[in-house]
């Protein structure tokens, strides 16, 4: 059991390259959920999805697009990459059912923008 | 809009020394609330979860506490160690999960 993935670990880019974030999840999680976290600001939600085919904006979701055509994937795309996106990236899933919504997050995903 | 404060924002404490973390949210309509630790350059490592119906957690050296009319959480951890040092992270579980901005512990041996 894997758990939560992400690739890359590390990732530059220059002003206006896009690029995908890739994020697995091998629990059959229903939520899946991309976050940055930012020195002072902490973690915000930028796009969540609550099962294939659906996803919805969360707190900053300009410049973000996301699509869920699996269960197991949640691919996070820069669509033109900006240095105000230099941030850490963390994926995160849990069950929907059940009373407990236990969030497991991914090692996470460095990004520069240059 | 829900709003999480952890208080303090850094801790240095020795070595063997019980302390409590204070986590404070503004909305009581949490469906639960999670304590993580997060290690320099490493992602989020669930610690305890407590759900809206409950009034605490345990697991090992770690308490957690929930006090949903006073919007007050707290994280006890008994007997630290240098180990223990890394920043703590509380996050509530509404409609969507929001979290504080941690408390960064050192615990010197």
């Known amino acids: 059991n894997a758990g939560v993935t992400q690739t890359p670990k590390f990732q530059v880019l220059k002003t206006g390259q896009s690029m995908t974030l890739q994020c697995a999840q091998d629990?059959?999680?229903?939520?899946m959920s991309w976050y940055r976290q930012d020195p002072g600001m902490g973690l915000r939600l930028i796009h969540y999805?609550?099962?294939?085919?659906?996803?919805d904006q969360g707190e900053v979701p300009n410049g973000y697009n996301v699509s869920r055509s699996t269960t197991e994937d949640f691919p996070l795309r820069l669509l033109s990459a900006a240095p105000s996106q230099t941030s850490v990236y963390f994926c995160?899933?849990?069950?929907?059912?059940?009373?407990?919504?236990?969030?497991?997050f991914g090692p996470g995903t460095r990004l520069t923008v240059t | 809009k829900q709003e999480v404060t952890q208080i303090p924002a850094a801790l240095s404490v020795p070595e063997g020394e019980n302390l409590v973390l204070n986590c404070s949210f503004t909305?009581?309509?949490?469906?639960?609330l999670q304590w993580f630790r997060q290690d320099p350059g490493k992602g989020l490592t669930s610690l305890l979860l407590?759900?809206?119906?409950?009034r605490e957690q345990t697991s090992g050296r770690l308490n957690a506490s929930l006090d949903k009319s006073s919007g007050r959480s707290t994280l006890y951890i008994a007997a630290s160690q240098p180990g223990d040092s890394a920043t703590y992270l509380c996050?509530?579980?509404?409609?969507?999960?929001?979290f504080g901005e941690g408390t960064q512990l050192t615990v010197n041996p």
């Open positions: 995160a899933s849990s069950f929907l059912g059940g009373s407990s919504h236990e969030q497991y």
């Open positions: 629990m059959n999680h229903e939520y």
């Open positions: 999805s609550v099962g294939a085919g659906i996803t």
């Open positions: 909305d009581s309509a949490i469906y639960n």
């Open positions: 407590i759900q809206s119906s409950q």
């Open positions: 996050a509530t579980s509404g409609s969507r999960l929001t």
